[in-house]
């Protein structure tokens, strides 16, 4: 089982639903935990009869809204607490810095900062990894059309002093309008589509998975995506 972290203000939902929806398809079992301030989760992922806390599945894909760590997710599967969560992929949503322990984000197999050029998003995001008592290495997800050098700069000049370490590749996602159109279609919807997504954002997408899931090599990925926007 691995353990990714997507840390960060700036909505991750839709990013993390689609890298999701194609491990699925890859036969993989996947469990997100939405454990964000506002739980976007709660309204875009269809559910029946929701509690204030809840898993529903969507897609093949297991939801998880409104725990703050693990045991009581297995409280509410009716698991004993010493139990594994039996998934082979946990994506944990995490904008808030008192769960980074609870979550046991240091030990994550991996873990990313998500975030736009912003001031909001880049300071705001930065806030949740003030909580980070030991060294972690974070890579950067930036959804930009084309993030400067001197504002990734920025970024490093403003985490000085933080126990953070920055992978030295970033994995850009444009910020391109039939892209926001499509996200906002899925959630109307209650879908998760890929067709009309640009070919930049799919890329981006790809790269994203293959880092996940390195069992997959990028063609595999694009065929899967392909089958996916045919709807099979």
């Known amino acids: 089982m691995k353990k990714i972290g997507f840390i960060g203000v700036f909505d991750k939902t839709d990013l993390i639903m689609y890298i999701s929806r194609v491990l699925v398809a890859m036969g ?10 506002n739980q976007k989760a709660k309204y875009i992922v269809p559910k029946i009869n929701p509690t204030a806390s809840y898993v529903t599945e969507f897609e093949g894909v297991d939801v998880s809204v409104g725990f703050r760590d693990y045991d009581s997710i297995k409280d509410y599967l009716g698991m004993p607490r010493s139990a594994v ?10 904008d808030d810095p008192t769960l980074l322990e609870s979550f046991e984000i240091n030990a994550a197999d991996k873990n990313y900062f998500v975030t736009s050029p912003d001031l909001f998003s880049l300071k705001k995001g930065l806030e ?15 959804f930009s059309n084309k993030m400067s050098q001197s504002e990734d700069e920025y ?43 640009s ?13 996940i899931n390195e069992e997959n090599n990028t063609s595999n990925v694009k ?4 089958l996916l926007e045919k709807g099979v």
């Open 28 to 37: 993989k079992k996947v469990l997100v935990i939405d454990s964000t301030v």
């Open 85 to 94: 969560l039996v998934y082979d992929y946990i994506f944990i949503d995490l």
């Open 128 to 142: 949740i990894l003030s909580g980070v008592r030991q060294p972690m290495e974070l890579t950067k997800i930036l």
């Open 155 to 197: 970024l490093n000049f403003l985490s000085l002093g933080y126990k953070i370490i920055w992978s030295p590749e970033k994995i850009y996602f444009p910020m391109l309008t039939n892209d926001l159109d499509i996200i906002m279609e899925n959630q109307r919807l209650s879908k998760i589509k890929f067709k009309g997504l």
């Open 199 to 211: 070919s930049e954002y799919k890329e981006s997408l790809i790269y994203l998975i293959n880092q």
């Open 223 to 226: 065929k899967i995506i392909k």
